[in-house]
């Protein structure tokens, strides 16, 4: 007598069970996995902005472009620094980020008087970005609900994370 071989039902229902704790598993980390991708994506965009404006910096004696008041940087600033492929971030353009899904530059530049470009006259930067990863409890879990997380990046090559408010970034003056 030969035997017909296949699952039995309770082999077929554990497996199904097993493969829907693994997607359920999935599907809880991947919102958060797709935010570490995108802050990842903002720290490298801001690298490419700081390394373009040491080598503005480089033809041109030193200075920076001049811009008192935080202007996001895929403007005039993208032009000044002479990018073809300028950076944004990876949500900007979305409803959901009201005009906060931006990289933000700062200088310390005052106008250098009658006749002199008013454009070279910045001896610090920085550039900004708002971070979504620790955006509830903070790098440390010690930042205010009433507070953002940015990645900053600032002239002479410091970098990293800043808890505080648009307004805390003022002239240029690096935070950190």
């Known amino acids: 007598m030969s035997k017909i071989k296949g699952f039995t039902l309770i082999e077929l229902l554990v497996?199904?069970?097993?493969?829907?704790?693994?997607?359920?598993?999935?599907?809880?980390?991947f919102p958060r996995a797709?935010?570490?991708s995108r802050d990842v994506q903002r720290k490298s965009d801001l690298?490419?902005?700081?390394?373009?404006?040491?080598?503005?910096?480089?033809?041109?004696?030193?200075?920076?472009?001049r811009v008192n008041n935080a202007v996001p940087a895929h403007g005039q600033l993208c032009s000044d620094l002479g990018l073809s492929d300028c950076p944004s971030d990876p949500r900007d353009g979305e409803n959901s980020c009201?005009?906060?899904?931006?990289?933000?530059?700062?200088?310390?530049?005052?106008?250098?008087?009658?006749?002199?470009?008013?454009?070279?006259?910045?001896?610090?930067?920085?550039?900004r970005?708002?971070?979504?990863?620790?955006?509830?409890?903070?790098?440390?879990?010690?930042?205010?609900?009433?507070?953002?997380?940015f990645w900053v990046v600032c002239s002479g090559g410091v970098r990293g994370y800043y808890c505080g408010r648009d307004v805390d970034f003022s002239n240029g003056v690096c935070p950190l």
């Not at 069970?17 to 693994?22: H, N, P, R, T, Y």
């Not at 490419?48 to 472009?65: H, S, T, V, W």
């Not at 708002?130 to 009433?146: H, K, L, M, N, Y």
């Open 15 to 29: 497996s199904m069970i097993v493969l829907g704790v693994m997607a359920s598993f999935f599907l809880m980390n």
């Open 34 to 36: 797709q935010m570490r």
């Open 47 to 65: 690298d490419k902005y700081a390394a373009a404006l040491e080598r503005y910096a480089n033809d041109n004696e030193g200075y920076y472009p």
């Open 98 to 127: 009201r005009g906060v899904c931006r990289y933000f530059y700062q200088s310390d530049g005052v106008s250098a008087g009658p006749g002199v470009p008013i454009y070279i006259s910045a001896t610090a930067y920085t550039l």
């Open 129 to 149: 970005s708002r971070i979504e990863e620790f955006s509830t409890s903070g790098v440390d879990g010690s930042c205010p609900a009433s507070h953002s997380i």
